[in-house]
Structures are given as C-alpha cells and as structure tokens.
C-alpha cells in the first residue's frame, strides 16, 4: 500500500521556539495532504487541508499564523508550530492522498510533540 | 455538531469471536465510509472502505456493512484475535469534498486471549 512518513517521530522543545514537522508520501505522488491533532484519548481532529501549490485551508478554530503549512511539491508537505506552548503538545499526523488512490487517505506514523 | 458518531468508546470480546464496532453519521451527503485502526502513538492504518452504492463489503476476516436509509454502518470482524487490540475510527466523506474525512471518536476494542 501507500507508504506515509513523518520526521520527526518525537520532539521535544523549549517554549517560544518553533518546531518543523515533516510529511512526506514515499511511493506516490499526492495531491492532497491534510494535517490532524490528536489529543489523548480523543479522535483525530483535522486542522488543515493543502493542495500541491496552493494555500492551505485551515479548519474554524485553527490558527494558520501559528501552524504554518506548506505543500511545495506532490510529495513532500511541512507544518511548522511557530512560537510553540506547552498547550500545542499533542500528537500531530498527516496524512496523503491523491487521484490515483481516490478516497483513502493514508496516515502519516504521528510526531509527537511536547513542549516544556 | 458530531456528523459521524461511535457510541461505544470500548467493547471487550474473547478471542475466536465476532467483534462488531458501529458507527452512524447524520449528513445524507456522505457517499464512502472507510475504516480505520490505530495502536497508541502510531499514525491510523487503512482497513477497509464501503461506498454508498454497496450494502457489504468484505475483505478476509473484516466486513463492513452499511445501511444508507438508518445511516448505519458497522464493522465485523471475525474471528477476533488478541492482534485486533487497538483503537478503531470510522470515517466519512462526501464526493465533493475533496477527499475530506470525517471521523467518529473511536472505539477501543479488546479482544481477550
């Protein structure tokens, strides 16, 4: 099946620094990456859609000054937590999707985040 | 407004026997259901999708069954093994919604040796 990687798996940081996560679709190339939050014992809640190219859709609620996210090419996508705070410790996912795969988006492994 | 919803957080089974996870959604648009499973701190995995146009579809030990006039769908899985063990999403989207998911909040499932 379609292989989604996320780098890093674990972070830790400081409060007020930014932190980079990585997306990255290995064998396929996908049009379409969304980003989740998960927060323990919780579903997964979609904080942003992003097209190859194109600006990200934020979801109601979710800051796009604070998450920043780019999809510069069809297999790679990036979410930067700008100014992070121990309340944006969670656990973050992507997932990829394209034409190719019609509906099924696949997931990520997760990053977990904690900020001190 | 929860659109999909799983009203049971956990269910127990022995192993060898049937699991059944239900979901049911409120929005008439949705038109492909998939299924998810997740252990703690991965990312979810793919397990099996129905679309609107069928009432079951089946894939080894998994079965999914969706009755589109209670909007109800439900996952079966038999027999259970003690792999089966993790947390299990089901998912919604409707066909012009750019592959958008919608998720239920999950049910934990233990299948006990």
């Known amino acids: 099946g379609a292989v989604v990687s996320q780098h890093p798996s674990r972070v830790i940081c400081k409060s007020g620094t930014s932190v980079k996560i990585e997306c990255r679709s290995l064998?396929?190339?996908?049009?379409?990456m969304f980003w989740y939050r998960q927060f323990p014992k919780q579903s997964l809640m979609l904080m942003a859609t992003?097209?190859?190219?194109?600006?990200?859709?934020?979801e109601q609620g979710v800051e796009k000054d604070k998450f920043l996210i780019n999809h510069a090419s069809l297999t790679l996508s990036t979410l930067t937590v700008t100014s992070a705070h121990p309340e944006d410790s969670s656990f973050y996912i992507c997932?990829?999707?394209?034409?190719?795969?019609?509906?099924?988006?696949?997931f990520g492994p997760g990053t977990r985040l904690l900020v001190l | 407004d929860q659109q999909v919803k799983q009203n049971s957080p956990s269910l127990s089974v022995q192993e060898g026997r049937i699991s059944i996870l239900n979901c049911d959604y409120t929005?008439?648009?949705?038109?492909?259901f998939l299924w998810y499973k997740k252990y703690p701190a991965e990312g979810p995995t793919f397990l099996i999708s129905i679309s609107s146009i069928k009432d079951k579809n089946e894939d080894g030990r998994f079965t999914v069954f969706l009755n589109k006039s209670a909007k109800h769908l439900s996952l079966h899985i038999v027999p259970s093994q003690p792999g089966d063990s993790a947390v299990y999403f089901c998912a919604a989207s409707a066909g012009n919604a750019g592959n958008m998911l919608t998720f239920g909040g999950g049910t934990r499932l233990m299948v006990k040796p």
């Open positions: 064998d396929f190339q996908a049009t379409t």
């Open positions: 929005n008439s648009m949705f038109d492909y």
């Open positions: 997932s990829a999707s394209s034409s190719a795969i019609q509906e099924t988006q696949y």
């Open positions: 992003s097209n190859e190219g194109s600006k990200a859709t934020y």
